[in-house]
């Protein structure tokens, strides 16, 4: 089945480390986002990128970053320069000339 | 940078009932497109509906249907007979025309329906 997948679901880390979340689709799409969602605020967008080994900021890309080396894998990491890093991550993606954006099941990320 | 604002946080319906939800978007671009989004309790998002900029037509899909208003920049979506399943959480995005494309999202409303 084509998707997207996010690992993990649940993910739980101790303050100051950096960590990775993975975000794979095998959808052939061209673009690919991280969106951080938190109570009240809807979905903001940290990066995104347009094709291999190209990325933008989005609006709150501080204490994040990311790396495009194939197609399908769009990794994630947040660093310990993040101030706030519990949230819930979603990733997504969509072909270059299509506008509909199909989106993983997300990961809760906790900080202790 | 555009913008989208959900003013209603919370809303609820009863079953077979109609409901509107509203969004408002600023942007000083001609072209674009508007979604509204549905995030159930399992936070898979799913896409409702989509509307073009350009077409002066308001999309509908099924019990789903838009009223755009491109002059006051404003993008409601009508929900009618409305079933327990629609509970959910309701987005409105916005996402540029043009290469570099962003999806912004609004901060959504909460929509329960009643039995």
């Known amino acids: 089945d084509g998707g997207i997948t996010q690992s993990p679901k649940y993910l739980f880390r101790k303050e100051g480390q950096n960590v990775t979340l993975s975000c794979e689709q095998n959808?052939?799409?061209?673009?690919m986002y991280w969106y951080r969602q938190d109570p009240g605020q809807g979905l903001r967008l940290i990066y995104y990128?347009?094709?291999?080994?190209?990325?933008q900021k989005g609006d709150i890309a501080e204490g994040y970053s990311v790396s495009r080396e194939k197609k399908e894998s769009f990794p994630l990491t947040v660093t310990s320069a993040q101030k706030n890093p519990t949230a819930f991550y979603l990733c997504a993606s969509s072909i270059k000339q299509s506008t509909e954006a199909f989106f993983g099941q997300g990961t809760r990320l906790t900080v202790v | 940078a555009q913008t989208v604002t959900q003013s209603q946080p919370e809303m609820s319906v009863q079953e077979a009932e109609t409901v509107t939800l509203s969004c408002t978007y600023d942007?000083?671009?001609?072209?674009?497109?508007l979604f509204w989004y549905k995030q159930p309790p399992s936070r898979q998002m799913i896409l409702v509906i989509r509307?073009?900029?350009?077409?002066?037509q308001n999309a509908t899909e099924n019990r789903f249907s838009v009223n755009f208003q491109k002059a006051a920049k404003s993008f409601s979506l009508k929900i009618s007979d409305s079933q327990l399943g629609d509970t959910a959480m309701y987005f409105c995005?916005?996402?540029?025309?043009?290469?570099?494309?962003?999806?912004?999202f609004g901060s959504g409303t909460q929509l329960t329906v009643l039995p």
């Open positions: 995005a916005f996402m540029n025309w043009g290469s570099a494309r962003q999806l912004t």
């Open positions: 942007t000083s671009e001609n072209n674009y497109y």
């Open positions: 509307q073009e900029a350009y077409k002066q």
């Open positions: 990128s347009q094709i291999v080994n190209d990325f």
């Open positions: 959808l052939n799409h061209d673009a």
